[in-house]
């Protein structure tokens, strides 16, 4: 595809090309460059267009567009990847008005999803689930399934964040048929994970362990770095969980590796913490200290409350340990005043809590309600097809059974014309002998009369004869 890249002269074809590749690319290192050189060529397009024919009536404008649009949206990706939240929202809105300009449901659905994604690692729940449900509606739209599948996920999450553990994994699980269903491994991985990580919380480990490792075998063979380090980390903080700490750091290890190379500093911040962690608890302080200090460093730099609460209280207890009370006091103060703000939010959280189990139940409801609508409908069609198809297999049947009556019947008249032609030619030849045997009778008896006659002249001669004699 790239040699075909080179030889397209035309803009529309290498625009085309371009938008596979991004597609098709699973590198994350790789995929930006492509997306970077298709929103270049599709606005120098644009830009060739006259000022009159840049509107969307114009299907060439609007394929470019369209393309533009979906390339800002990915530029909005690469930022939070990046852990530039407030730049990937600027691009994922801009992104998100080019969509709307041209109606792209698919991308509108996408950048929707994504912009939900950071709403709910900020903790706006409401935000994130009606933007989940605006998503939702426009890939059942489309008719994008694998949409559906994504869009059921991000609802699973918002509910383990809420602790409905039970309903999330429905919404999970629903995820995962769909994506088995399309074979969509990017999908079955995300589930996967996801199922585990509900499993990991029930401490259900063994049952944690099957599925991060397939999630992790998935992520392997796509060559997916980001989410390979993701899953990575989750299977080092599953054994950290049952205290199997070398287990634990060889994943943890191997985690940070990769994290460092895409320099991922939300992975990175994790990873660090969670090694000088199992260092803490192994009583290697010398080890642990550079690991906790520069999570620190990046969780700060990152301004997630929660790192810096965690690499804190990690940086606390080796200090401790050190006997070093100054700096222990430090990150003590830190430690506690990170947890207030947490709790403040997290108490904020519980107050919408109620808010969004009653809007989400309500959706749900409207949901239902819809599809028993549907469902009905679909039944009343059912049924009245069900009639028309009887009544026509009824018909049908009645001219059939017709058909095999006259059919029949012909039969039966075709056979008694032969029986009436046969008796008619038995009849002829009766009737032929009979006048044959008529005739034989008939000559018999002219014959006896023409004798009779005969022997009445003979004797009538004699007796003349006999009279003259006797005169004589």
């Given at each position: 595809m790239r040699k075909i890249l080179l030889k397209a002269k035309h803009d529309t074809i290498r625009c085309r090309i371009l938008n596979d590749l991004i597609e098709s690319e699973p590198d994350d290192n790789v995929w930006p460059v492509y997306n970077e050189?298709?929103?270049?060529?599709?606005?120098?397009?644009?830009?060739?267009?006259?000022?009159?024919?840049?509107?969307?009536?114009?299907?060439?404008?609007?394929?470019?567009?369209?393309?533009?649009g979906r390339t800002i949206s990915n530029i909005g990706y690469v930022e939070r990847m990046n852990s530039n939240t407030s730049k990937a929202l600027e691009y994922y809105y801009k992104g998100l008005a080019m969509e709307e300009e041209v109606a792209d449901k698919v991308?509108?659905?996408?950048?929707?999803?994504?912009?939900?994604?950071?709403?709910?690692?900020?903790?706006?729940?409401?935000?994130?689930?009606?933007?989940?449900?605006?998503?939702?509606?426009?890939?059942?739209?489309s008719g994008d399934k694998e949409g559906i599948a994504g869009s059921f996920s991000n609802i699973g999450i918002i509910y383990m964040s809420q602790g409905d553990d039970q309903k999330a994994k429905e919404y999970y699980e629903k995820a995962l048929k769909i994506d088995e269903t399309l074979k969509n491994k990017d999908g079955i991985a995300i589930s996967l994970n996801n199922l585990a990580d509900l499993y990991r919380r029930a401490a259900n480990v063994t049952k944690a362990l099957t599925l991060f490792n397939k999630s992790l075998d998935i992520r392997i063979e796509m060559n997916d770095s980001f989410n390979m380090g993701r899953v990575l980390n989750n299977i080092g903080n599953t054994y950290r969980q049952i205290k199997?700490?070398?287990?634990?750091?060889?994943?943890?290890?191997?985690?940070?590796?990769?994290?460092?190379?895409?320099?991922?500093?939300?992975?990175?911040?994790?990873?660090?913490?969670?090694?000088?962690?199992?260092?803490?608890?192994?009583?290697?302080?010398?080890?642990?200290?550079?690991?906790?200090?520069?999570?620190?460093?990046?969780?700060?730099?990152?301004?997630?409350?929660?790192?810096?609460?965690?690499?804190?209280?990690?940086?606390?207890?080796?200090?401790?340990?050190?006997?070093?009370?100054?700096?222990?006091?430090?990150?003590?103060l830190l430690f506690m005043t990170m947890r207030d703000s947490i709790n403040n939010a997290e108490t904020h959280q519980a107050s919408t809590r109620q808010q969004f189990k009653y809007e989400y139940e309500k959706k749900e409801l409207s949901i239902r309600a819809q599809q028993e609508k549907k469902d009905l409908l679909h039944a009343d069609q059912s049924k009245r097809q069900k009639i028309i198809i009887g009544a026509v297999m009824g018909g049908l049947a009645l001219v059939i059974t017709f058909l095999l009556f006259l059919v029949n019947r012909f039969k039966i008249i075709r056979k008694q014309k032969k029986i009436i032609e046969i008796q008619k030619k038995i009849a002829e030849r009766a009737f032929t002998a009979l006048h044959e045997k008529n005739k034989e009778v008939t000559d018999s008896i002219i014959y006896a009369r023409r004798i009779q006659r005969s022997l009445l002249t003979n004797e009538k001669y004699i007796s003349r004869n006999l009279d003259r004699l006797n005169c004589n």
């Open positions: 050189q298709l929103r270049a060529l599709a606005e120098a397009a644009i830009k060739k267009l006259p000022r009159e024919q840049q509107v969307i009536q114009n299907p060439e404008y609007l394929v470019y567009k369209r393309w533009l991308g509108m659905a996408s950048t929707l999803n994504n912009i939900g994604q950071i709403y709910m690692e900020q903790g706006n729940i409401p935000k994130a689930l009606e933007l989940f449900h605006n998503c939702l509606k426009l890939m059942e739209e199997d700490y070398e287990k634990a750091l060889d994943y943890f290890k191997r985690s940070l590796t990769i994290k460092e190379q895409i320099n991922d500093k939300d992975g990175l911040a994790f990873s660090l913490n969670s090694i000088a962690a199992i260092y803490l608890a192994q009583g290697k302080t010398k080890e642990a200290l550079p690991l906790s200090l520069r999570s620190l460093q990046i969780a700060k730099e990152l301004g997630y409350p929660g790192h810096i609460k965690n690499a804190a209280e990690i940086s606390y207890g080796i200090y401790k340990k050190q006997k070093n009370s100054k700096e222990a006091l430090k990150m003590l």
